[in-house]
Every structure is written in C-alpha cells, then in structure tokens.
C-alpha cells in the first residue's frame, strides 16, 4: 500500500534530522487509511489515517511528530481530540496536527474540490471556523493555507500561511515578528520564516479567537503583497486543526466550511445578481438599530457569506447580533457566525446592528454579497 511521506509541519523551531527520519520511519510503518466516509463517532488511532465528512471535507488524524497514541473522532461537522499521549519540547515543533481541510494534501484530495486552482482565478473563498479549545494542554488553533508555484496534489508546498486562532503555553510560530497587519477586519501580529522545507508567514491572533467566518483570499493577497507568492501560484488545501505540544484531548473543530469561487458568475466581482437585502431602520435622536435580511436568489447555497456595504458618514456601530460586522464606521463587511455560515438557495437570513450618528440619518445606498450586487428589497 502506497503511504505518503509525513507532512513537515511549520510552527516551532526547524525539526532536527533525528525528529525528521523518526517520522519518516513512523509513516513507513505505518499503513495509511483511505479516505473514506465518515459515519457517526468515527474514530481514527492510525498515525495518517483519514475519513470524509459532510461528503466533501477530509479529517486527518496527522500524527507525524511523535510515536505516543493520538486518536480523533470525526463528527458529522468536525472532529475532537479524544486522545493525545506524549509530549514534546515547548522549543521545538508539535507532536501533530490533527485537522479537516478542502483540498488535496499528500495524494489525498477532499470529495468534489475545487483546489489546486490558481490565484488569478479565485474570486472569494469564504470560510467558517469555530473551534472548542482547553486549559490542561499545550498547543495552538491553527488554519493553514497552502500555495505553491504548480497544481500540486503532493508533498510539501512552497508557501504556508498559518492563522493562530489561539496559542496556550511557551510557543511561538516560526521565524520572527515582523509587525502586525490589518487583515480581513482585523489586526494580526506577523511573523515570517522558514523551516528549510517551505516559507511560513504566521498571522497570530492577540486573543483567542473562538469562531469567525472570512475569506481565506484575504490572507493569500496579503502574502502576495509580501513577495511570498504569486498571482500566478496555485490555492492547493486549507486546512483546520491543532498543534499540541503536550496533552490535547478534548480539543474540537466543531465546525468547518470552506468554499473557493473561481471564473465568472453569482459570487464573483462582475456577476449577476444573486442576493437581495433588506434594510429597516428605528431611529432616534444620536441613535438607531437596523435590521438587515438577506435573501440568496441564486441557485447555489453561500457559504461563508459576507456583505459588504458602507455607513453614511457620521455613523458609527456600537453593537451588533447574528453577524460580526466589522470595522464601526465607513466601509463595513457583516460576516456570518458559526451558526449561519450558510444561505441556501432561496433561503433567508436576518442580522442587526445598534450605532450612533449625527446630522441628518441616511441607509447606505448598495450592498455587495460576496463580491455580487445585491437588489434592494
């Protein structure tokens, strides 16, 4: 039975050529499952073993860096860690990473992907994520995104982008801080390196970030603007999991979406209508809520849906429910939660908003979804 070499993770200092051939030992021993689909409670023990979820993302248990037992149980949305032995040096690389993607990683590819696809050709590729963390372990949240200069199906790519949704304990992301960096609404620190494999820019979350929905390609354009990959590379997986250090039972991705939009059409800059909003306002003095409704007239379920409009100048959002909308003032996206990530076709959803303003009130005069103009209701 074929078995792929074990992926060499990022985070952490470079792996010794000790810990490297230890791997590579472990994974030739080691027989690889193939993906097949998920049931309820599935539970993977194999050091690289994999099953479907939701027919259309893969759970890897992506045990690489350590030979102690780590077991994940896929769910009919995510998986969680239900067995994570051993540990490893807090200056060194994770024992694993335990994880669900879109995409094709080491041979295996994800049920009806999309990816590779190169960049030039990807619209949007709107993301759900929301995470279950713990306090007894060592470890980060992280979301990987891989690019590389060819469609590749295989092996190690030449650019990994690394969102830290968390970190508990003494670790840090490879390379150095460079700064920070406003990206898809909000501020990151940066850090950038390499671990002789591939190049990693990590951006890393000042707190913990439970759930958040967002565009993938927000990060890709950012490493693109920062020389570390190009229009022309390709989108191959991204990826939702963990890298523990020490213990890690009980972690979870409760939930995970990934979508890629490419060519022309609903979804994309220039496409046809496919969304319709609705947006009612109570106003008083210095004061107003709105009430936003949005209507997916389009054939094709959205999933991670953003919105995308400005407030007329004066107003600024003090507090919102059913949607992250972000920045408080000029041009805003709403975003969905972990919980209505998702709009199906001809189906509806509501969201809403509390601000302040000044001078004479006025409704924002257009609203994008997903890069698509919307008709007002």
């Known amino acids: 039975m074929r078995t792929p070499a074990p992926q060499i993770r990022s985070s952490g200092r470079l792996l010794s050529t000790l810990v490297a051939t230890l791997a590579a030992v472990v994974a030739l021993a080691s027989p690889v499952a193939a993906a097949t689909p998920a049931e309820a409670d599935t539970t993977l023990c194999e050091p690289f073993g994999t099953t479907t979820i939701q027919g259309r993302y893969v759970v890897q248990n992506n045990r690489w860096g350590s030979s102690a037992t780590q077991c994940v149980t896929a769910t009919d949305s995510g998986f969680r860690v239900t067995q994570a032995d051993g540990s490893v040096p807090t200056n060194g690389a994770p024992k694993s990473y335990p994880s669900v993607f879109n995409g094709c990683h080491y041979t295996t590819c994800s049920p009806g992907t999309s990816l590779p696809a190169r960049l030039d050709t990807v619209s949007s590729a709107p993301s759900s994520i929301s995470y279950g963390f713990v306090g007894n372990a060592v470890y980060n949240a992280s979301y990987d995104i891989w690019l590389d200069p060819a469609p590749r199906t295989d092996g190690v790519n030449k650019t990994e982008i690394m969102i830290w949704f968390n970190r508990v304990g003494p670790i840090q992301p490879i390379g150095s801080p460079v700064g920070t960096a406003a990206v898809g609404g909000r501020t990151w620190e940066v850090w950038s390196g390499g671990n002789g494999s591939n ?60 979508t890629v939009r490419t060519g022309s059409g609903p979804g994309t800059p220039g496409g046809t209508e496919a969304c319709e909003v609705a947006y009612g306002t109570n106003v008083w003095q210095d004061g107003f809520t709105a009430d936003v409704t949005v209507t997916n007239t389009g054939t094709a379920p959205l999933d991670g849906w953003r919105l995308a409009f400005t407030l007329p100048s004066g107003q600024r959002i003090t507090s919102a429910w059913n949607a992250s909308v972000t920045p408080s003032a000029g041009p805003v996206t709403a975003s969905g939660l972990a919980h209505n990530a998702r709009i199906a076709p001809g189906g509806s959803l509501s969201f809403g908003f509390q601000g302040s303003h000044g001078g004479t009130f006025a409704e924002p005069d257009g609203f994008r979804l997903n890069d698509a103009a919307c008709t007002a209701a």
């Open 199 to 258: 190049d990693v820019l990590s951006f890393v979350a000042p707190s913990a970030l439970s759930s958040w929905s967002f565009d993938v390609m927000d990060f890709v354009r950012a490493t693109v603007a920062r020389g570390l990959a190009g229009s022309d590379w390709y989108l191959t997986s991204v990826q939702a999991g963990f890298e523990p250090w020490q213990n890690g039972a009980g972690l979870a991705v409760n939930s995970f979406s990934s």
